[in-house]
T-cell receptor, first 111, second 112 residues
Framework: QKEVEQNSGPLSVPEGAIASLNCTYSDRGSQSFFWYRQYSGKSPELIMSIYSNGDKEDGRFTAQLNKASQYVSLLIRDSQPSDSATYLC???????????FGKGTRLSVIA | DTEVTQTPKHLVMGMTNKKSLKCEQH?????MYWYKQKAKKPPELMFVYSYEKLSINESVPSRFSPECPNSSLLNLHLHALQPEDSALYLC???????????FGSGTRLTVV
């Protein structure tokens, strides 16, 4: 059973703080990793992808991957109320099978 | 064009109606997906089409019938739905799942 685990939250952080969202996965052969942001009632939007160990930065977002420990995280610096959303972690085992999604972490940024 | 377009955005249908959801992409993606999402839950995979052929059916009831007329279009035909089928229906496409998905904006379906 291929699983992706996320803390469902809600994770509450004050405006301007760093939000840290975590995800673990069960299949050691997983190849690619994604973070989607989903506002209430809207569709998921891809915000970060990461394929190799280490950090990947894009603006206020940093994705971190540690394949040995089988976890991937998303850091949001200078959190804004507009970052309040559910963040879905998704993992690809190989290019021919569908992504496996976690249940999502709800983030609330308090002004 | 980097979008996946879904129509309609909202749909209300009775339990005896027949309706269809439509999804279109012009990114040359070879795989297209239907997902169902209930409130506060993650997307739930329904169907996968790869190169216009159905490759995965996640034991979806036959009242949902997918169709892929060509590489850019994906339909979901609905018939005799139940109120519990009310949800956000999401279409997605990808070149392959290693590259991630692009989701459409979804169809909010209400069955009355």
């Amino acid at each position: 059973q291929k699983e992706v685990e996320q803390n469902s939250g809600p994770l509450s952080v004050p405006e301007g703080a760093i939000a840290s969202l975590n995800c673990t996965y069960s299949d050691r052969g997983s190849q690619s990793f994604f973070w989607y942001r989903q506002y209430s009632g809207k569709s998921p939007e891809l915000i970060m992808s990461i394929y190799s160990n280490g950090d990947k930065e894009d603006g206020r977002f940093t994705a971190q991957l540690n394949k040995a420990s089988q976890y991937v995280s998303l850091l949001i610096r200078d959190s804004q109320p507009s970052d309040s959303a559910t963040y879905l972690c998704a993992v690809n085992i190989d290019g021919n099978t569908p992504l496996v999604f976690g249940k999502g972490t709800r983030l609330s940024v308090i002004a | 064009d980097t979008e996946v377009t879904q129509t309609p955005k909202h749909l209300v249908m009775g339990m005896t109606n027949k309706k269809s959801l439509k999804c279109e992409q012009h990114m040359g993606h070879r795989a297209m997906y239907w997902y169902k999402q209930k409130a506060k839950k993650p997307p739930e995979l329904m169907f996968v089409y790869s190169y216009e052929k159905l490759s995965i059916n996640e034991s979806v009831p036959s009242r949902f019938s997918p169709e892929c007329p060509n590489s850019s279009l994906l339909n979901l035909h609905l018939h005799a739905l139940q109120p519990e089928d009310s949800a956000l229906y999401l279409c997605a496409s990808s070149q392959n799942s290693r590259a991630g998905y692009t989701f459409g904006s979804g169809t909010r379906l209400t069955v009355v």
